[in-house]
């Protein structure tokens, strides 16, 4: 097992350009996560996908951000334009299913926007 | 709305000992809580999971706990190593799979 994939790793990119991190859940769960991480705010939850169907955006921060989830094993974060103030880890996380199963992390991708 | 806590944000220790990490959450209404650890630069490793039935959960050298009526949980990690070092984060499940983290406990063993 792979665990959660997301590339990529890393990202640097100037203020006004558009950024597309990438996740790939482990295979047969059926829940997908969004998180962000900063110094400031700590882990927050953005958006989730149940069946590829987003489920709970209220954690999404701004109309800038947009998720898919096109397929059970691909999903998408977009940030059209990126700001300085979007720089943080942003995690992906999958999940079998259901309130009493665990949240298997990806490795994150550090985004810089300058 | 949910708020978790934990304390102390940071802690140092020399090997072998025993410690405690705390954690605290304001609205008892929880489905499980779930302890992470947070490697410098790396994803988060789910350590144990605790429904909200459950007292405590085990494995290996750690145990955690869950008192739900006081909003409180621990995590016990016996004869500390310097492996042990990273942080530490619990987060509470308040329904419909929605995660809310404390800003975790960054714990250092000292050889």
């Known amino acids: 097992d792979a665990g959660v994939i997301q590339s990529p790793r890393h990202e640097v990119t100037e203020m006004g350009q558009e950024v597309t991190l990438r996740c790939k859940p482990i295979?047969?769960?059926?829940?997908l996560f969004w998180y962000r991480q900063t110094m400031m705010r700590g882990l927050e939850l953005l958006i989730y996908?149940?069946?590829?169907?987003?489920?709970?955006d209220s954690g999404m921060p701004e109309d800038r951000f947009s998720a898919k989830m096109p397929n059970a094993s691909f999903s998408t974060l977009k940030i059209q334009p990126s700001e300085p103030r979007d720089s943080a880890v942003y995690f992906c996380?999958?999940?079998?299913?259901?309130?009493?199963?665990?949240?298997?992390f990806g490795p994150g991708t550090r985004l810089t926007v300058t | 709305k949910q708020e978790v806590t934990q304390i102390p944000a940071a802690l140092s220790v020399p090997e072998g000992e025993n410690l405690v990490l705390n954690c605290s959450f304001t609205?008892?209404?929880?489905?499980?809580l779930q302890w992470f650890r947070q490697d410098p630069g790396k994803g988060l490793t789910s350590l144990l999971l605790?429904?909200?039935?459950?007292r405590e959960q085990t494995s290996g050298r750690l145990n955690a706990s869950l008192d739900k009526s006081s909003g409180r949980s621990t995590l016990y990690i016996a004869a500390s190593q310097p492996g042990d070092s990273a942080t530490y984060l619990c987060?509470?499940?308040?329904?419909?799979?929605?995660?809310?983290f404390g800003q975790g406990t960054r714990l250092t063993i000292n050889p």
């Open positions: 996380a999958s999940s079998p299913g259901g309130q009493g199963y665990e949240q298997y």
């Open positions: 996908f149940n069946n590829n169907v987003p489920i709970d």
């Open positions: 987060a509470v499940n308040k329904g419909a799979q929605k995660l809310v």
């Open positions: 605790i429904q909200s039935s459950q």
């Open positions: 609205d008892s209404a929880i489905y499980n």
């Open positions: 295979s047969g769960h059926d829940y």
